[in-house]
């Protein structure tokens, strides 16, 4: 899944095939079979952050870096991964079309150490289109763990392309590379290049062309490689389980709730030091003010607004996520997720949806924009609506805190070790519902507005890899801590400024925050909320993040006597603000079903190029999450009043 | 004989893709051209999926694919 800051921000969206360069700077393509580590070659040399992980598609546009080497500069496209120049899913035309069109002065085409057979034929391809042309051979440290030699001098010498065995991951091979990016860059192309096979639909021709490629990717195989058969197996035999028809789906749902319980047992504790941090510092803050002698109205708007509500953000918000997306980055990097894919695919068939929507879901819990973008591996533009429409159900990286926060205020309560069992079932709940409506809608979408039937599916299951458990933990909690950060102070800070004023300026007797919460209270208890909690969602439509800080806020100025000191004294402000247990569940749910943020709806609109779709992916999930609610209050109220 | 009827355990040699279109280019891009070996590993949840080993590489594919690959 797309979990980085870098791939939410818009600039990502842009796919372009002439790269502004000056005199001095060359540009060096990536291509490669899908997952054979292609972004993490580009995060090494070019230092950046781009997001990697174990499974076919992860990058659907293409990042571009620098770096320098000796004298020159080189500017570095990662293309998204392809198995052949021949087919034509969206992200694999990126490639197609940056290899025919593109200014570049080198490619470099990554190749798994551990596939090379399949991964030669997109050599083969790329090398008629040009002559500039380097194989890195990657994951070699991979190889090696597997007994598999690889006779490099002699496929060089076969293949007539200069050939470097690297491990990306740490570094191996990466100075040679450069070498020969240096070298190959400055070369003249040679041979004229034959596009238009690529383009035109002469199918006899390509599957002859494929067949030759592949009988001769298997002869190379022989000649040069050698592999070890024992080794080979390892991972089918950890297959046979993790895929196995029995086991398959109980691990996968045991490791979401492990996974949650961790997050919450961890994140106890940081939310508690930081709040005690920033809120200790809000008093000094406020000390201050008033020893300046600034007046009461700027410093409401400032401290009370801003640095309150940008603190609950960050204590809140921030150890849950720190916690839950490493985690979830570790399976992601041993090469869980197309596991996961396959686990459901059945399920995913039935509703009418792609197999691959598993993996856009997957990536909708870093973020839903991400998500939505994600879906461009789908080839289908039936499926990839759907895909796009429903992405929204799972709870992102706005929403989860709110769920994780809620559960554990309100399920927690015993006192014993069961205190952080409950919550985490309750989430695990919650995210299977999120799956579950997530399938309901695209069966009935598939059924009525987008009818037709499910297209084709491959799904490759990549080797599993030992994750880079350090690194991985280190990057992705610096990932999110910016990304928190930066979304605490670009949209919850302005927030809770417009929130306190809202709260503060008086019309008659009542602040108009109070006005606009009484105008909406019938609709919220009719769903088993508030009008607080609508104004809280509804002031959430810019970032999810600021849900409960903008509630508590308006609860707060409502004159609660409890003041917010720490985490745990979330429960008495929302009880005594008349919270019930429905009150907590139904304000989870509509987190999760209900509208997407700004943010998505716009990327939405940007992927469907429909006015019409973005106004269905906003009023769908509302509608379900108004209808959800009804029926729990309801049900509710029928049982308990 | 279809690839789809073969069972676990076998290893079978592709001898036509009968698809048409995308998933014929996407059959040919995996490398089941005319005379691969393809071992079938493993059928998923529901037999939904089978996961062959193809090229080196493990691949699953649906029953309505795998009927488009006659085999040896």
């Given amino acids: ?641 | 004989m279809k690839l789809v009827d073969v069972g676990v355990g076998r290893t079978v040699k592709v001898e036509q893709n009968s698809a048409h279109d995308y998933l014929k280019e996407r059959f040919l891009a995996l490398g089941l051209t005319k005379g691969a070996d393809v071992e079938v590993l493993r059928k998923g949840p529901k037999n939904n999926l089978t996961v062959y080993r193809i090229r080196g590489a493990m691949i699953a594919l649906r029953n309505e694919e795998s009927k488009f690959i006659e085999v040896l």
């Fill in chain 1, 1 to 641: 899944m797309g979990l980085t800051a870098q791939s939410v921000r818009m600039e990502s969206l842009r796919d372009i095939y002439e790269i502004e360069k000056n005199e001095t700077q060359y540009v060096v393509a990536l291509a490669g079979n899908p997952n054979t580590g292609k972004s993490t070659v580009f995060n090494y040399l070019t230092g950046l952050n781009q997001h990697t992980g174990n499974w076919p598609g992860k990058t659907v546009v293409s990042a571009r870096g620098q770096f320098k080497y000796k004298k020159n500069e080189y500017i570095m496209v990662d293309l998204p991964g392809s198995y052949s120049l021949f087919t034509a899913s969206k992200d694999e035309e990126v490639t197609r079309d940056f290899l025919c069109y593109g200014n570049f002065d080198a490619v470099v085409v990554v190749a798994d150490a551990t596939c090379i057979e399949r991964n030669l034929n997109l050599v083969f391809q790329v090398s008629e289109l040009t002559s500039k042309l380097i194989l890195c051979i990657n994951l070699i440290d991979e190889a090696k763990k597997k007994n598999i030699e690889i006779d490099k001098e002699g496929l060089e010498k076969e293949l007539k392309i200069p050939i470097v065995l690297t491990s990306a991951r740490n570094g191996y091979g990466m100075n040679e590379l450069k070498n020969l990016i240096e070298k190959t860059s400055q070369k003249d192309d040679k041979e004229a290049a034959e596009k238009s096979l690529y383009f035109k639909q002469d199918e006899k021709l390509r599957e002859k062309i494929s067949e030759d490629n592949y009988n001769y990717a298997n002869e190379l195989k022989q000649k040069y490689i050698k592999e070890d058969i024992k080794k080979l197996n390892r991972d089918k035999r950890i297959d046979d389980i993790i895929t196995s028809k029995k086991f398959g789906i109980p691990i996968m749902l045991f490791l979401l709730g492990i996974i949650f319980w961790i997050t919450i047992q961890g994140a106890n504790l940081p939310s508690q030091v930081l709040s005690d941090i920033l809120f200790g510092f809000q008093y000094k803050l406020n000390d201050i003010f008033i020893g300046f002698g600034v007046n009461d109205f700027l410093r409401g708007i400032l401290i009370d607004g801003m640095y309150r509500s940008l603190a609950w953000v960050v204590s809140v918000m921030l150890p849950p996520m720190a916690i839950f997306f490493p985690l979830f980055t570790l399976f992601e990097d041993l090469g869980y997720l197309p596991r996961v894919a396959f686990n459901l695919d059945h399920m995913f068939k039935k509703a009418g949806a792609h197999g691959k929507m598993c993996l856009t879901m997957c990536m909708g819990f870093g973020c839903n924009a991400a998500g939505v973008i994600g879906c461009r591996i789908i080839d289908s533009p039936r499926e990839r609506l759907i895909a796009i429409i429903t992405n929204n159900l799972v709870p992102c990286n706005g929403r989860f805190p709110l769920i994780i926060v809620l559960s554990a205020a309100f399920f927690a309560f015993t006192g014993t070790f069961i205190d952080g069992i409950i919550p985490a079932l309750f989430i695990t709940l919650m995210v299977l519902l999120g799956v579950f409506s997530t399938l309901t809608v695209s069966y009935l979408l598939s059924k009525t507005l987008l009818k037709g039937i499910p297209s084709t599916f491959t799904l490759e299951l990549p080797p599993y890899r030992a994750p880079q458990v350090g690194r991985i933990i280190y990057t992705s909690l610096i990932d999110r801590t910016i990304f928190v950060l930066s979304r605490a102070a670009v949209v919850a800070a302005p927030a809770g400024a417009i929130i306190w004023l809202l709260a503060n300026i008086y019309v008659k007797d009542f602040s108009i925050l109070n006005h606009m919460a009484n105008f909406l209270d019938p609709l919220g208890r009719a769903i088993g909320m508030d009008g607080f909690i609508l104004i809280a969602f509804i002031a959430g439509f810019p970032a999810n993040e600021i849900v409960i800080p903008v509630l508590l806020m308006a609860y707060m100025s409502k004159g609660a006597l409890t003041d917010f000191e720490s985490i745990n004294s979330l429960r008495q402000i929302l009880i005594s603000n008349g919270w019930t247990a429905l009150t907590a569940i139904n304000m989870m749910l509509f987190s999760l079903l209900h509208w997407p943020c700004s943010t998505t709806l716009l990327t939405i609109k940007k992927e469907t190029g429909s006015l019409k779709w973005t106004l269905a992916a906003f009023i769908i999930p509302t509608g379900i999450a108004f209808l959800v609610c009804f029926v729990t209050a309801s049900v509710y109220r029928l049982i308990w009043q």
